[in-house]
C-alpha cells in the first residue's frame, strides 16, 4: 500500500559528500515521522537522523556536523546531504517512515553507501 523508494547511494572517497532522497507514495494519509537507518556488516542497524513533519530533528551523535536531513512535505520525499564522509560511514541506508493513524513502519529497500579510496 506504501512504498518507499531511495536513490543516491554509491562509492564515495573519504571526506566527499552524497545526497540520498527516500520517496514515499500509496495510500499515504500523513506521515508521522521519517528516518535514515544505517546497518554495517556485524552491527545492528541504527537510526542516522529523524525528521517530523514540523521539521525537528535528531541526528545519532557520530554523524552531527556532517550530515544534514530535510523533508519535501508536498512530495512526501525526505533527503539525507551527508558531507565529510568517513569510511565507518559504510553501510546500507534505508529509509523508513512511520505513517498515521496507527504509527505503522514501512520501510525502503536500502541503498548501499560505500567511503572508501
Known amino acids: 500500500q506504501v512504498q518507499l523508494v531511495e536513490s543516491g547511494g554509491g562509492l564515495v572517497q573519504p571526506g566527499g559528500s552524497l545526497r540520498l532522497s527516500c520517496a514515499a507514495s500509496?495510500?499515504?494519509?500523513?506521515?508521522?515521522?521519517m528516518g535514515w537507518y544505517r546497518q554495517a556488516p556485524g552491527k545492528q542497524r541504527e537510526l542516522v537522523a529523524a525528521i517530523n513533519r514540523s521539521g525537528s530533528t535528531n541526528y545519532v551523535d557520530s554523524v552531527k556536523g556532517r550530515f544534514t536531513i530535510s523533508r519535501d512535505n508536498a512530495k512526501n520525499t525526505m533527503y539525507l546531504q551527508m558531507n565529510s564522509l568517513e569510511p565507518e560511514d559504510t553501510a546500507v541506508y534505508y529509509c523508513n517512515a512511520k505513517l498515521l493513524p496507527h504509527f505503522d513502519d514501512y520501510w525502503g529497500q536500502g541503498t548501499q553507501v560505500t567511503v572508501s579510496s
Open positions: 500509496g495510500r499515504i494519509i500523513s506521515i508521522y515521522v
